[in-house]
């Protein structure tokens, strides 16, 4: 089979004989055999890091979960996450996306309040920080004020679970919360189920209750 791999502004062609059981990233266990200079994130191996995201023939996926098999293509075409800074081949700089979420995160207070539901939080909860929300995000390049639905995702599990006093929503507004086009890119590509679109609107139903932002005018949300 042919891969060919974004590295810098062009593409790398490796011819590879391997099974078509294998995952993409035991491919690139193949090719580093050949080619000790690529360079490629990985750690858990299991789908729950994130750290091995990347684009598979277009699409944004973990290269520990998404077997050849699956890949109709004869042509595998690896590439790197979108939205983001590359380090090095399908390496991207996540420092950026952490520092955000740092800037507008709340911190938890625990309250008096001791029931606690996590099943209201628990798709926050299940983001591994893949960052493949942000790479399909229509928003993130152009707009730098917004924070991304990776943040506002992971937010979401810690400004509404039950036991935190501390509801600082205006954090959320200072993020550009409301600049969301609600196109669910990240709602259909996040490989576990986070639901980042979902969230960022409820959100925005609480601030908008709240008088922090305005209800959307003309149909922003395209009808959903």
């Not at 790398?12 to 193949?30: F, G, M, N, V």
């Not at 995000?137 to 509404?160: H, L, N, Q, S, T």
């Amino acid at each position: 089979m042919i891969v060919s791999i974004k590295r810098y502004d062009t593409f790398q062609s490796y011819e590879i004989d391997a099974p078509r059981d294998i995952t993409i990233l035991e491919l690139l266990h193949k090719i580093k055999e050949i080619d000790p200079t690529l360079s490629y994130r990985h750690m858990c191996r299991a789908g729950i890091c994130g750290t091995c995201a990347l684009k598979v023939n277009g699409k944004n996926v973990l290269a520990c979960k998404t077997r050849l098999n699956k890949i109709e293509d004869e042509t595998i075409v690896l590439e790197p996450l979108d939205n983001a800074v590359v380090i090095k081949d399908l390496v991207v700089e996540h420092q950026y996306w952490l520092d955000m979420y740092k800037n507008l995160k709340v911190d938890f207070k625990s309250s008096d309040y001791r029931y606690f539901d996590f099943k209201s939080i628990e798709n926050s909860k299940n983001c591994i920080a893949c960052f493949i929300c942000n790479s399909v995000c229509p928003v993130m390049p152009i707009d730098k004020k917004f924070g991304g639905p990776f943040v506002f995702a992971r937010i979401y599990g810690f400004i509404e679970d039950s036991r935190n006093a501390n509801k600082n929503y205006v954090k959320l507004v200072d993020g550009a919360i409301n600049h969301c086009t609600h196109c669910k890119n990240c709602n259909y590509a996040c490989p576990l189920f986070v639901m980042p679109e979902t969230l960022i609107k409820k959100l925005e139903d609480i601030l908008i209750s709240k008088g922090l932002i305005q209800a959307p005018q003309n149909d922003l949300f395209f009808g959903f």
